[in-house]
């Protein structure tokens, strides 16, 4: 760490921030469906998931190295290119979390440093059949894989218990998918801390290499891991209320049996990738899973308008954070009073960003309190659809108004 010169200290701690945002972000990928059914209180989830996302930092490096040395082309890499993809990254993450829609850190952070690469050396500095292969393809499979599993598995979970009538039984059985959730959401932690805490010790093994503090290919060093996780893990604890209310009751209504199914599902997607080096989504894979169980319950619905809005989210992240990073670069570009800049331009962007969120603050005491309002195409579908599992149907009841009476006709002796 001796080598280690300003600009590439300040490029550290810049993705240690990003790593922090990246923490807060995507607590609701672990913990909001268990938020909102209960299974535990908010302050104890994201304490819980802190902890987890920590410990998962350690158990791989697959994905850190596919981000160090795959992406982007490392030769003649200025260190000033991963600060612009990080400040494009940052500030995209930010806006999202500002206006409650789970986007994708780890596209946010391909896409910052994308456009900043290619603002520096052009297209040919980006090693695309890496990007198609493991960034495009598996941002397109995760989450319809994870939605597939997790719908398939509300099903059967539902089926199993369809002929649990007694009352005893049913609460046992409800404490049982809580305990299961539980378990699932720490999974689902764990899972979050080898994928995502992994992309910032990529980030910070780059800047070490065009530094020349590391040579090309190297793992990242135990003090990187270390920093990463523990920062990651801080961001955790802070909690994205906003995106867990989201997530949690905005884009359906889920119970014990289908957080379980929908946690599983997506922990399950996560590792697999996570030990293959695929940098994906983990927010698009639990959002996937999230709307999979939502429509595995007999009746249940998805929130379509919420969906389409996180849909287009998560097509302007890439290009959104590209642009910002390409734009950061460009004044990067112009010496170090351009650098002085772009770190000017973030520190105020983020507190103008924190300054908007405290006009309608969501934090743990209501994060619960609002859901989201039915779009046309929800409210249809929800008069078409049967009653959801176990809900009690009250009875119905109309009143047909009497004819009106015409001139002439002898009034009702009844209604007399």
Known sequence: MEHITLLLAIVIVT???FDFTNGFHDTANAMATTISTGALKPKTAVAMSAVLNLVGAFLSVEVAKTISGGIINENGLRTEVIFAALVGAILWNLLTWLVGLPSSSSHAL???LIGAAVMSAGWSSINGGTVVTKVLLPAIAAPV?????ALLATKLTYRLNRKITDEAQLKSTAKGYRAGQIASAGLVSLAHGTNDAQKTMGIITLALV?????????NPPVWVIASAGIAIAMGTYLG?????RTMGSGLTELRPPQGFAAQTSAATVILASSHLGFSLSTTQSCSGAVMGAGLGRKGGVVRWSTATRMFVAWGLTLPAAGLMGAGAEFLTK?????VGAVAVLLVAGSGAI???????????TNVNAGTEPAGVVTTAISAVSPPPAGAVV???KTTISAPAQTAGTPADPATV
Do not use: C, M, N, Y
């Open 394 to 396: 009250p009875e119905l």
């Open 145 to 149: 894989v994870a939605g597939i599993a």
């Open 210 to 218: 065009t530094g020349g503090v590391l040579s090309p290919g190297s």
């Open 15 to 17: 993705a240690l921030v």
């Open 354 to 364: 924190w300054l908007l969120s405290r006009r309608k603050p969501v934090d743990h």
């Open 240 to 244: 994205g209320w906003r995106i867990i």
């Open 334 to 338: 112009q010496g170090p009073w351009g």
């Open 110 to 112: 391909f896409g910052g």
